[in-house]
């Protein structure tokens, strides 16, 4: 019979404490409690794009039915965990200050569930407002509330559309928020913020991770879109210090697709041991790779990579020892009209496996895959 | 024998008051006398790009050396006026803060020897820092400095790389520069900010102006390399109202080449009636034609635009009744090796005639041209 399953929040300084004390969490929801013998259900909620065309009718529209399409997983999957890899605002259409405004829509359906969740950054998340060309001709700029603020011409409405920087986002996500397990990350990764990692842990046995959930970020927006040697390096650190055995399995989460995903893509259609339903456009990688890929396929424990940004892409491939996942549009803001829907990645303890399944906006369910911890890949497929 | 020509301010509030009351200028240095009996001498300092590769040797030198033309030219040609024409700076290098710093260095030469300047934005000034990508590889970021501010985050440095709004850098320039006749322009045309005119008149008749010099934004860095709609009416409704029937001549001078400098330009080398020295890149225009270039050639008293941008081209070519003339890069910023210089523009009063020349930083002269008010085109040239 499996054990309760909980998540913990692993700080960098105080993870020790945390091993030794699940009791005392660093704050009264720092774990979350699973249904009794259940795996450990996490819902990936990818590129929403809320505040897309905020300036239109038809933007505003798609944010609610970004929000349906949330809703309506959450009944049909009740997961344990949500995952937002990125891409929650479209940050360039956004006029307003603090775009933090949509990002809170964008959480408001987990949060209302009573779901904690975690959140990586996207290349659209803090991306500079881009101004309408249209906006310079007859008729002008429309009218938009721009709110007096503190600006360095004291006294003007700050009509600045300065756009809204990562840590103002994450800052305002985690204050906010109880269920939020999302991290500033350690500052000296900065520009690069989305990097942290939690651990899943049962209740039978609290002393033995389940788990570690890595999270990182794939940079874009107002830096390159890439994870650092400094990022690799972290990863590599706290990998070494939380599981130096490498007996926790770890899976990893960022926005971004590495460039190893474009050795793996299929050519035409989806054929094993790839699974998937939709192939619909060339894998859009990171600009460079400065190290994360070959640290996590030396790995043995690093098991899964999921990313998003990639709206035409679901499928899953194996690449060395590790697979790379696409999760699914969930949005209906961001390019593309492929039906809506989330990857749900279950985890379960004894023996270890994590299962992976695309739940739709109406529902139905396909794309069921083991994502098995060492693939006995057969070369004749 | 030619009077005295001055330079004052028009602000949109007290023209009148400005007109009838010359001895009460809006600021001590409000207007600007010239030697008795000369014209009125203008030097164009175009795309200086100070700040440009900051984080190198190579870029700081660059700065001296564009400092050392601005000397060189104003030791040479003992100009009355200075327009500091877009490309100041290089934002988009810049990491720190506050980017008037570096804007403060490229308007020193000028100040330093008592001359009056204005200044218009061009596509590089409010640009977005762009984290160059080899930063996220191994040896990783470079040591900044990064002063503590007021951000969001409370207590954490200011190391946000969030560059510096044209409304910042020119509160900074006019604040702190007596000399400086810049100008916010209008509000209502933000973000689109040096949009204003000056008058030239005489001193043995302050009642009647020789010449408007108006100033426009074009655009880019933070917004579309465009000159709006409504710049388009602002110049209209300004131009009628300060010079209703067109008796009074007027210069135009911004950034970016509108499209019909491209109607204009020579296929091969510079041929006549153009006039210059290099043609050796296309013309890089702005995004979109919004009306400025069919008011600019329906009124009979505009007589000469004048650009920077495209740093190979140095020619003036006629367009309908007007000049196009392009400016000579200035700075050892920005792209290209072609020799720096600047283009002077030299007004008369009686006759009214506009001269103009590139004076190089050695000290030679060439291109000199009569930009005549009505030009006689002669089609078999």
């Given at each position: 019979m499996m054990g309760r399953l909980l998540l913990l929040l692993i700080s960098p300084y105080l993870y020790s404490l945390l091993i030794s004390t699940v009791?005392?969490?660093?704050?009264?929801?720092?774990y979350h409690q699973l249904r009794p013998g259940a795996p450990f259900k996490i819902a990936l909620f990818a590129d929403l794009h809320f505040g897309e065309a905020e300036s239109t009718d038809w933007g505003p529209l798609q944010d609610v039915n970004s929000t349906r399409v949330m809703s309506s997983v959450l009944d049909d999957e009740n997961p344990d965990f949500v995952i937002y890899l990125g891409d929650v605002i479209t940050a360039n259409n956004i006029a307003i200050r603090n775009a933090s405004l949509y990002w809170d829509q964008a959480v408001s359906p987990t949060r209302a569930k009573g779901i904690p969740w975690a959140s990586v950054f996207g290349n659209h998340d803090d991306a500079a407002f881009e101004w309408p060309i249209e906006w310079f001709s007859a008729p002008g700029i429309p009218k938009i509330h721009c709110p007096v603020a503190n600006s360095s011409c004291s006294g003007e409405e700050d009509c600045s559309f300065k756009g809204t920087q990562r840590l103002e986002l994450m800052k305002n996500e985690i204050e906010l928020n109880a269920l939020s397990y999302s991290q500033f990350g350690p500052k000296e990764l900065w520009p690069s913020v989305s990097n942290y990692v939690l651990q899943i842990f049962s209740s039978e046995n609290p002393k033995s991770p389940v788990a570690f959930l890595y999270f990182l970020d794939s940079g874009g927006g107002s830096y390159p879109e890439v994870i650092s040697s400094a990022q690799a390096e972290w990863f590599r650190k706290k990998a070494l210090e939380i599981n130096p055995d490498s007996r926790v399995p770890e899976i990893i989460f960022w926005h971004i697709p590495s460039c190893a995903y474009k050795k793996v893509a299929p050519l035409f259609g989806i054929h094993k041991p790839c699974v998937g339903s939709i192939n619909k456009e060339k894998v859009a990688t990171q600009e460079a790779e400065m190290g994360i890929m070959k640290l996590l396929i030396e790995r043995v424990s690093a098991k899964a990579v999921f990313v998003g940004h990639n709206h035409g892409l679901d499928w899953c491939c194996p690449y060395e020892k590790l697979w790379l996942c696409f999760a699914r549009h969930t949005g209906y803001g961001g390019y593309g009209n492929w039906d809506r829907g989330a990857r749900i990645v279950e985890i379960t303890q004894q023996p270890f496996s994590i299962k992976s399944w695309i739940r739709m906006e109406d529902g139905s369910v396909h794309s069921e895959v083991v994502l098995s911890p060492f693939i006995n890949r057969d070369k004749s497929m």
């Open positions: 009791a005392l969490p660093t704050k009264p929801e720092g």
